[in-house]
């Protein structure tokens, strides 16, 4: 698949002369975190602008805003390390991948969605520097790689919108792909050997592709191996295997790999592949719905055992896990939670990344009796106190978020709730569940959400009464009669009308 100067070895300095930081300057800046198709499907992983997405030099996964109100904006990046990896979300679902040297200031300006970088304080062939959009540009299909499209069909649904069956239309997307895999790596790996052999890109650069592009392909290896053994996985094996016979070194390991996102993935995904069958699911169901989720508490337990990881991948495999455990508190207990988050203190000492765990997820080692809440103004109470503080009335909780889309769509019907009821002796309370009070209030801005009180939770993660009401998803509704006590702890929905009055008749006319 072409040649190499020179072995790919795993060499990432770091350098004390360098300006620590990368400078990106975004002129007119479009946003590509969530993209509305040609058929007016959309499809997206952000409308909060935090599109730049890097790792840092404690190895952990960035993400930083591009604020597209502004006709130019400046992000700075600070990092120790010679070569950076940064990529910017595109299309919704893609990814641009752009390798930046230590002290580089780029400046994007956009074609349309497309984001061309510049480089204003060296030169660089516009390729090399836009290797991504390169690729995309002269092989892909329809604006995407082959392998992404296998690996994401939906990425050409609105090309294949006259398959109806979603199955088949998936089906005949992979198969059109398929046909040309193998000589599209093949036209990357061409593309990539020609820059550095002309010269035109940095051989640390060339290295940090090679092996992108190789735990690319690990992890769609890993993907399809979870179909039955067909032509689209031996395409991918026998491509894989062609790849690391030209390049035997890409099939070695080293922490420093673990600064890309691709390899870094990639170990995760195989991770998640090898106890596929060992680790449990844990399920949740309510009258409203139910979930799904890996058991992380066993796979952290299963990995504290294992021998042949590095201690740099442990550790990072471990905080990947305990992000699980974090982050899904319908599926593990403030107990649980504490509990993963201690050991994981305890077996790496730390702190850098147990402090980014509490500060992202909120946390403190203790565990609280009462839902705390605050008002829009900023006063705080607790939600005991505010349901008393409405004795004679019946109260109507509304347990949202600003990221919930099925919270928001209930939110008209919840409105004209509030219009028919203004006379009675009901309130309307709509608690949310956000973890910053910017994207709560954004969102009751944004959506309009003026009726009723608005309260946030403030200690979702350590709060006991919170777990004791048991709420595993939002929206989830309750009512509490005129004594304050909670007679209903999952109610209909504002868009059920009739059983929604119907149960609000009970309580009004239960008044003395």
Same mark, same amino acid.
């Given at each position: 698949?072409?040649?190499?100067?020179?072995?790919?070895?795993?060499?990432?300095?770091?350098?004390?002369?360098?300006?620590?930081?990368?400078?990106?300057?975004?002129?007119?800046?479009?946003?590509?975190?969530?993209?509305?198709?040609?058929?007016?499907?959309?499809?997206?992983?952000?409308?909060?602008?935090?599109?730049?997405?890097?790792?840092?030099?404690?190895?952990?996964?960035?993400?930083?805003?591009?604020?597209?109100?502004?006709?130019?904006?400046?992000?700075?990046?600070?990092?120790?390390?010679?070569?950076?990896?940064?990529?910017?979300?595109?299309?919704?679902?893609?990814?641009?991948?752009?390798?930046?040297?230590?002290?580089?200031?780029?400046?994007?300006?956009?074609?349309?969605?497309?984001?061309?970088?510049?480089?204003?304080?060296?030169?660089?062939?516009?390729?090399?520097? #836009?290797? /991504?959009?390169? =690729?995309?540009? !002269? $092989?892909? &299909?329809?604006?995407?790689?082959?392998?992404?499209? %296998?690996?994401?069909?939906?990425?050409?649904?609105?090309?294949?919108?006259?398959?109806?069956?979603?199955?088949?239309?998936?089906?005949?997307?992979?198969?059109?792909?398929?046909?040309?895999?193998?000589?599209?790596?093949?036209?990357?790996?061409?593309?990539?050997?020609?820059?550095?052999?002309?010269?035109?890109?940095?051989?640390?650069?060339?290295?940090?592709?090679?092996?992108?592009?190789?735990?690319?392909?690990?992890?769609?290896?890993?993907?399809?191996?979870?179909?039955?053994?067909?032509?689209?996985?031996?395409?991918?094996?026998?491509?894989?295997?062609?790849?690391?016979?030209?390049?035997?070194?890409?099939?070695?390991?080293?922490?420093?790999?673990?600064?890309?996102? #691709?390899? /870094?993935?990639? =170990?995760?995904? !195989? $991770?998640? &592949?090898?106890?596929?069958?060992?680790?449990?699911? %844990?399920?949740?169901?309510?009258?409203?719905?139910?979930?799904?989720?890996?058991?992380?508490?066993?796979?952290?337990?299963?990995?504290?055992?294992?021998?042949?990881?590095?201690?740099?991948?442990?550790?990072?495999?471990?905080?990947?896990?305990?992000?699980?455990?974090?982050?899904?508190?319908?599926?593990?207990?403030?107990?649980?939670?504490?509990?993963?988050?201690?050991?994981?203190?305890?077996?790496?000492?730390?702190?850098?990344?147990?402090?980014?765990?509490?500060?992202?997820?909120?946390?403190?080692?203790?565990?609280?009796?009462?839902?705390?809440?605050?008002?829009?103004?900023?006063?705080?109470?607790?939600?005991?106190?505010?349901?008393?503080?409405?004795?004679?009335?019946?109260?109507?909780?509304?347990?949202?978020? !600003?990221?919930?889309?099925?919270?928001?769509?209930?939110?008209?019907?919840?409105?004209?709730?509030?219009?028919?009821?203004?006379?009675?002796?009901?309130?309307?309370?709509?608690?949310?569940?956000?973890?910053?009070?910017?994207?709560?209030?954004?969102?009751?801005?944004?959506?309009?959400?003026?009726?009723?009180?608005?309260?946030?939770?403030?200690?979702?993660?350590?709060?006991?009464?919170?777990?004791?009401?048991?709420?595993?998803?939002?929206?989830?509704?309750?009512?509490?009669?005129?004594?304050?006590?909670?007679?209903?702890?999952?109610?209909?929905?504002?868009?059920?009308?009739?059983?929604?009055?119907?149960?609000?008749?009970?309580?009004?006319?239960?008044?003395?």
């Amino acid at each position: 698949m072409g040649c190499n100067k020179q072995p790919v070895e795993e060499v990432f300095k770091t350098t004390k002369t360098s300006p620590d930081q990368i400078v990106l300057i975004f002129n007119d800046p479009v946003q590509n975190g969530f993209f509305t198709f040609s058929n007016g499907s959309s499809a997206g992983r952000t409308r909060n602008g935090d599109e730049i997405q890097y790792i840092d030099d404690q190895y952990i996964y960035r993400k930083l805003k591009i604020d597209f109100s502004k006709k130019s904006d400046t992000v700075v990046l600070k990092s120790k390390r010679d070569w950076v990896e940064v990529t910017l979300m595109y299309k919704g679902v893609d990814d641009l991948t752009y390798i930046f040297k230590n002290g580089d200031t780029t400046v994007f300006n956009y074609d349309g969605v497309k984001p061309i970088a510049r480089l204003i304080n060296r030169e660089e062939a516009y390729n090399t520097t #836009n290797f /991504s959009l390169y =690729l995309r540009d !002269s $092989i892909a &299909t329809n604006d995407y790689l082959s392998s992404d499209i %296998i690996r994401l069909p939906m990425l050409l649904w609105d090309q294949y919108d006259s398959i109806s069956d979603f199955k088949a239309r998936d089906e005949a997307i992979v198969a059109d792909a398929s046909r040309t895999f193998k000589s599209d790596i093949q036209q990357e790996v061409d593309r990539l050997d020609k820059l550095f052999q002309n010269d035109q890109m940095d051989e640390q650069q060339y290295k940090m592709h090679m092996r992108s592009l190789h735990a690319r392909l690990i992890t769609l290896k890993n993907a399809l191996t979870f179909l039955p053994e067909d032509s689209k996985s031996s395409l991918v094996n026998s491509v894989v295997k062609q790849l690391e016979s030209k390049s035997p070194e890409l099939m070695s390991r080293a922490d420093s790999l673990l600064y890309l996102m #691709n390899y /870094s993935g990639s =170990l995760s995904n !195989s $991770i998640v &592949t090898a106890y596929r069958n060992t680790v449990p699911m %844990i399920s949740q169901q309510t009258s409203g719905g139910g979930g799904s989720t890996r058991d992380y508490r066993q796979l952290y337990d299963s990995l504290r055992i294992r021998t042949d990881l590095t201690d740099v991948e442990k550790k990072l495999l471990q905080y990947n896990n305990l992000k699980s455990i974090l982050s899904q508190t319908t599926f593990f207990s403030i107990a649980s939670r504490l509990k993963y988050l201690t050991r994981f203190r305890n077996d790496f000492q730390d702190t850098i990344l147990v402090n980014d765990l509490m500060k992202q997820f909120q946390i403190e080692f203790r565990i609280d009796d009462e839902i705390q809440v605050e008002s829009l103004e900023g006063q705080k109470s607790t939600l005991k106190d505010l349901i008393a503080s409405y004795n004679g009335e019946a109260v109507y909780v509304d347990f949202w978020a !600003s990221w919930c889309a099925p919270c928001i769509r209930e939110m008209p019907a919840s409105k004209r709730m509030t219009e028919t009821y203004a006379n009675d002796d009901i309130t309307f309370i709509y608690l949310s569940t956000d973890r910053r009070a910017a994207d709560w209030k954004k969102s009751i801005d944004k959506n309009n959400l003026k009726s009723g009180l608005h309260y946030r939770i403030t200690n979702a993660n350590t709060s006991q009464g919170l777990e004791d009401l048991n709420i595993p998803f939002i929206p989830r509704y309750m009512i509490y009669n005129q004594a304050g006590e909670l007679v209903n702890n999952d109610a209909p929905r504002p868009s059920e009308t009739d059983l929604l009055t119907s149960e609000f008749q009970k309580y009004l006319s239960s008044k003395n």
